[in-house]
């Protein structure tokens, strides 16, 4: 039986009929955490700051609306293990600058943006990450409008953080000027 059926009546039960989870939310602590962030977050937030949820009465996510197209270039002259990484997790974990090292011990986005919502911080609040490891937490507390502070005693942790953190708002123009 398709694992998805299986599961259908359990979302049905915690969300309703209007609710449609991303196709990636196939894991318990997954559903639990969407299950989480829905009862959280302010009804009116919803659509705005969710993690795990594709739509809602057929309006999509921002998450949704701003992950689900990939560039070409994302495919050019990848392998397609590098390939199916993207695309299997192009809502946990396949967007933004998370992709731009695989760090072992690495967070889910999806799964840190889930808690930051479960957890209330609002924009213009600061969250400390003092073992920041690759940054996930910091990435996706600004792609929120969330303050940060990342620390990692690693030299190169702190390099792929700052790179990270900045290629997120490289100007575009500098880069075509490299052609």
Same mark, same amino acid.
């Given at each position: ?12 039960e915690?969300? =309703?009929?209007?609710?449609?989870l ?27 700051? @969710?993690?795990?949820?594709?739509s ?16 070409? @270039? ?14 299997? =997790?192009?809502?946990? @974990?396949?967007?933004? @600058?998370?992709g731009?090292?695989?760090?072992? =011990? ?13 957890l209330g ?10 073992m920041?490891?690759? =940054? ?7 792609l929120?409008?969330i303050?940060?502070c990342?620390?990692?005693?690693s030299?190169?942790c ?9 290629a997120?708002?490289?100007d ?8």
């Amino acid at each position: 039986m398709n694992e998805f059926l299986k599961i259908k009546p359990v979302i049905h039960e915690a969300f =309703g009929d209007n609710i449609e989870l991303f196709p990636s939310v196939n894991e318990l602590f997954e559903l639990e955490l969407a299950h989480l962030e829905y009862k959280c977050l302010p009804k009116d937030q919803l659509l705005k700051r @969710t993690a795990y949820i594709k739509s809602i009465d057929n309006q999509f996510s921002k998450h949704y609306l701003l992950y689900s197209r990939q560039p070409e @270039t994302l495919h050019e002259n990848r392998s397609a293990s590098t390939q199916a990484y993207f695309e299997e =997790g192009q809502f946990s @974990t396949g967007y933004a @600058t998370h992709g731009l090292f695989p760090y072992r =011990g690495k967070f889910h986005p999806q799964l840190i943006k889930g808690l930051i919502n479960i957890l209330g911080i609002e924009n213009g609040e600061t969250i400390l990450d003092p073992m920041a490891g690759s =940054g996930t937490t910091n990435i996706e507390a600004a792609l929120m409008g969330i303050n940060s502070c990342a620390i990692d005693v690693s030299p190169f942790c702190q390099l792929m953080i700052k790179t990270k953190y900045e290629a997120l708002t490289i100007d575009l123009n500098l880069l075509k000027k490299l052609d």
